[in-house]
Structure formats: C-alpha cells, structure tokens
Nanobody, 115 residues
Framework: QVQLVESGGGLVQAGGSLRLSCAASERTGTNYAMGWFRQAPGKEREFVAAISWSGGRADYADSVKGRFTISRDNAKNTVDLQMNSLKPDDTAVYYC????????WGQGTQVTVSS
C-alpha cells in the first residue's frame, strides 16, 4: 500500500511564500501523474495543480496560475508545490495525490494565510 506524506504547511502572512512537499513511501513505478488539491472549511475539495511523469506538462487552477509552481523528482518519488504571493483565500488543507493503479491521497497539510 503506497502512502503519501505531505509536509511544509503552516501559517504565513498574505504575500508570503510556502513550499509543500509530498513523498511516496516506496517505489511507485513509472509514468504516472501527481498533483495537489485543496479543501477550505465548508467547501468542496478543488484542483490546484498537476504534473506529468516527465514534468513536461503542468496544469494549474486559474486561481493559482502565476503564483504556484509544481515540480517533481522521480528519483526521490516526491512532488513539490511552491506557493508565492499567498492570499487569505489560499487557506485550506492541501492534499497531494498520485495516479497509480488508482488515485492515492496524502493525509493533508494545513496552510493558513493571515491578512
């Protein structure tokens, strides 16, 4: 059973930056996408960003384009999310995922942006 573990969440002021990281617990094969969703209190989980196996394709939600950057290191089985120019609306629990035989999810990491 693959486990995904996120880290890097925390409290930051508006305009600040955070870097989230997600690591898989074991070798997970090849040619699978990874990405991030988030869920704010009282709202549904929403897509944030995704990246292909090669890293050649990255997709972003309109709300984070130009501020967030997703990257991955296949040798380390990790995917990162660099978040800049953070806004209070970015406050949420952030979940990473990996599309293997099915979609695996991490346990989530809290990001809080104060105004």
């Amino acid at each position: 059973q693959v486990q995904l573990v996120e880290s890097g969440g925390g409290l930051v002021q508006a305009g600040g930056s955070l870097r989230l990281s997600c690591a898989a617990s074991e070798r997970t094969g090849t040619n699978y996408a990874m990405g991030w969703f988030r869920q704010a209190p009282g709202k549904e989980r929403e897509f944030v960003a995704a990246i292909s196996w090669s890293g050649g394709r990255a997709d972003y939600a309109d709300s984070v384009k130009g501020r967030f950057t997703i990257s991955r290191d296949n040798a380390k089985n990790t995917v990162d999310l660099q978040m800049n120019s953070l806004k209070p609306d970015d406050t949420a629990v952030y979940y990473c995922y990996a599309d293997l035989s099915r979609r695996y999810w991490g346990q989530g990491t809290q990001v809080t942006v104060s105004s």
